[in-house]
């Protein structure tokens, strides 16, 4: 099928979808994608990854979903919601989700030449009846333009009833890090939510399985309840301009090098290899930051935080 520019809801852009084949975003579905994300933080593609591909994938982050809610190392992001690492081998390694044809020039043309993926895992909604607070994916004194886009991988559809994410359009174009409850919370304060939602409330979209979405770090948004029993999982990538200096290396088995390599992507991995053997995806640390500190030790992190502030503090 072609691609398609998300038009189910009317707060997202109505964008007509436009056929481009399998070989990347037409001229024209690159300006209404670069657009939509300027304009309001977020832009949704269908029929980007090929069905076959997400459901192999879908099939093994079920199972090891199981394994995980077991783990005292298993990260919990609230509301029943966890970060899940998705298979990383090389028969589930595929170039659609992992370097997609798609995205790669839309970040290209956001984030400058060769765009860094540093954050590789996945987020999973189990059952529960609870929400994520309102928060955007960061606690700095953030630069006000794009630095950071994270790509998500639709493995099933996702609804209301499965715990479709709630985002509130917009809100990366004027926000800044006083708009947190605190410096060092993604959390957003209260007063500015019912503000924003007598101008523009949030939405909690239908998104077709197979879809890709690419999101603004700074867009505030919310994980909600899957009223399902059925784990609704997708996959998450950060990825920042070279020029942002982000240190953080992924955790990759050599055996997928290879691959990595030879996508016909302009996105870079800032990965280290290491031997498969042993390799577990699933007891890999969480690691998010997506600042120019992001991988520096502790005492050079809170260093380099203290002079970012020092030097932009009054900006920012």
Same mark, same amino acid.
């Given at each position: 099928?072609?691609?398609?520019?998300?038009?189910?809801?009317?707060?997202?852009?109505?964008?007509?979808?436009?056929?481009?084949?399998?070989?990347?975003?037409?001229?024209?579905?690159?300006?209404?994608?670069?657009?939509?994300?300027?304009?309001?933080?977020?832009?949704?593609?269908?029929?980007?990854?090929?069905?076959?591909?997400?459901?192999?994938?879908?099939?093994?982050?079920?199972?090891?979903?199981?394994?995980?809610?077991?783990?005292?190392?298993?990260?919990?992001?609230?509301?029943?919601?966890?970060?899940?690492?998705?298979?990383?081998?090389?028969?589930?390694?595929?170039?659609?989700?992992?370097?997609?044809?798609?995205?790669?020039?839309?970040?290209?043309?956001?984030?400058?030449?060769?765009?860094?993926?540093?954050?590789?895992?996945?987020?999973?909604?189990?059952?529960?009846?609870?929400?994520?607070?309102?928060?955007?994916?960061?606690?700095?004194?953030?630069?006000?333009?794009?630095?950071?886009?994270?790509?998500?991988?639709?493995?099933?559809?996702?609804?209301?009833?499965?715990?479709?994410?709630?985002?509130?359009?917009?809100?990366?174009?004027?926000?800044?890090?006083?708009?947190? *409850?605190?410096?060092?919370?993604?959390?957003?304060?209260?007063?500015? !939510?019912?503000?924003?939602?007598? &101008? +523009? @409330?949030? =939405?909690?979209?239908?998104?077709?399985?197979?879809?890709?979405?690419?999101?603004?770090?700074?867009?505030?948004?919310?994980?909600?309840?899957?009223?399902?029993?059925?784990?609704?999982?997708?996959?998450?990538? *950060?990825?920042?301009?070279?020029?942002?200096?982000?240190?953080?290396? !992924?955790?990759?088995?050599?055996? &997928? +090098? @290879?691959? =990595?390599?030879?996508?016909?992507?302009?996105?870079?991995?800032?990965?280290?290899?290491?031997?498969?053997?042993?390799?577990?995806?699933?007891?890999?640390?969480?690691?998010?930051?997506?600042?120019?500190?992001?991988?520096?030790?502790?005492?050079?992190?809170?260093?380099?935080?203290?002079?970012?502030?020092?030097?932009?503090?009054?900006?920012?």
């Amino acid at each position: 099928m072609p691609i398609a520019i998300h038009e189910q809801h009317p707060g997202l852009r109505p964008y007509l979808g436009r056929g481009v084949g399998r070989g990347g975003p037409s001229q024209q579905t690159m300006l209404e994608a670069i657009t939509a994300i300027a304009e309001d933080g977020l832009v949704i593609l269908e029929n980007a990854v090929e069905l076959a591909h997400v459901d192999a994938l879908n099939e093994q982050m079920v199972k090891d979903t199981m394994d995980l809610v077991n783990r005292a190392t298993t990260h919990f992001n609230s509301a029943g919601n966890i970060s899940q690492v998705p298979p990383i081998r090389p028969e589930t390694m595929f170039e659609d989700i992992f370097a997609n044809q798609f995205a790669g020039p839309i970040l290209e043309g956001m984030l400058g030449p060769k765009p860094v993926l540093w954050y590789l895992n996945g987020n999973t909604a189990l059952k529960s009846e609870s929400r994520q607070d309102v928060h955007a994916d960061l606690a700095w004194r953030h630069m006000h333009h794009t630095f950071g886009l994270v790509v998500n991988i639709m493995l099933v559809e996702a609804t209301k009833e499965n715990g479709t994410t709630e985002v509130w359009l917009g809100t990366h174009r004027n926000t800044t890090i006083a708009d947190h *409850v605190s410096e060092d919370s993604g959390a957003i304060k209260p007063d500015l !939510l019912e503000a924003r939602r007598a &101008v +523009r @409330p949030p =939405i909690q979209a239908r998104i077709p399985k197979g879809s890709l979405i690419i999101r603004d770090l700074r867009l505030w948004h919310a994980g909600m309840p899957n009223h399902t029993d059925i784990p609704r999982c997708m996959v998450a990538m *950060v990825h920042s301009p070279a020029w942002l200096g982000n240190k953080i290396r !992924l955790k990759l088995p050599e055996n &997928v +090098r @290879p691959m =990595i390599e030879s996508f016909k992507s302009p996105i870079r991995y800032s990965a280290e290899y290491v031997d498969p053997e042993g390799f577990d995806h699933l007891s890999l640390a969480f690691n998010y930051d997506p600042s120019p500190g992001g991988g520096l030790p502790k005492d050079e992190r809170a260093e380099w935080a203290r002079q970012w502030k020092q030097k932009w503090g009054s900006r920012f």
